[in-house]
């Protein structure tokens, strides 16, 4: 007699988006649009003011949302985490493009288990990791 028992599914996603609270939103928005190169998908207004703006850089979105203050203006973010994103693009000509634009890199591209990577961080002081796809 078998006492195997079927085992539940287990979890399954197909994508990871990100959603952002950010101090000055205008500010924000150039920095991933200017410096990283995302692109607008949508923004979000009420009462006619945007409050919120959804970037698209291939299949990554990335949501990014004016903080109202209500749980202070000095508090920490992204603290104890980061998003990597990971590209079939060149690292090294994209860090360079990244600190042409104004871009504080804070790690320069290195090899790293497998992949070629870069470090930075920004305006909020949310950090990325940019990275070559693995082999």
Known sequence: MSTDRA??????????SASLTVKDLPASLA???DVLGFTVAQT???????FAVSL????????????????GS???KGAGMSLRLTTSQNI????????????ILETEPVD???????????PDGFKLVISSEPA
């Open 7 to 16: 085992q539940p599914e287990t979890f399954r996603a197909r994508t990871l």
């Open 31 to 33: 920095w991933y649009s």
């Open 44 to 50: 979000h207004e009420r009462d006619g003011k945007m």
């Open 56 to 71: 698209r850089a291939g299949p990554v979105a990335i949501l990014l949302t004016q903080d109202n203050g209500a749980r």
């Open 74 to 76: 000095d508090r920490v």
């Open 92 to 103: 090294d000509e994209l860090a360079t493009r990244v600190r042409e634009r104004g871009g």
């Open 112 to 122: 790293m288990r497998g992949v070629r990577v870069f470090r930075l961080v920004d």
